[in-house]
């Protein structure tokens, strides 16, 4: 079990920026697959990006050009940068991870993004 605590959501106007944070407990952040998810009201939870231990990068094509997901190993905490938001983007986003196939997640951050 990882324990995670998000950080870093809000509401921000279309057009705009924000940073979410994820930090994780343990010692083994290095070799642990992160990603970020997303849940909007009445809509399934999807996959947003992720980045695994070794640093190979995924993006949901909906957010491709305009997130970026990064990782600090040496602070055990994962990013989420959101630039170019669009008020599809609202929802509240997951900090997941992964290992050895068991999925840790933490207890979300909301992200309102208006018109």
């Known amino acids: 079990q990882v324990w995670l605590v998000e950080s870093g959501g809000g509401l921000v106007q279309a057009g705009g920026s924000l940073r979410l944070s994820c930090a994780a407990s343990?010692?083994?952040?290095?070799?642990?697959?992160m990603g970020w998810y997303r849940q909007a009201p009445g809509k399934q939870r999807e996959l947003v990006a992720t980045v695994a231990a070794r640093g190979s990068l995924f993006y949901a094509d909906s957010v491709k050009g305009r997130f970026t997901i990064s990782r600090d190993n040496a602070k055990s905490t994962v990013y989420l940068q959101m630039n170019s938001l669009k008020p599809e983007d609202t929802a509240v986003y997951y900090c997941?991870?992964?290992?050895?196939?068991?999925?840790?997640w933490g207890q979300g951050t909301q992200v309102t993004v208006s018109s």
């Open positions: 343990g010692s083994m952040f290095s070799t642990t697959g």
């Open positions: 997941n991870a992964r290992r050895g196939g068991v999925d840790s």
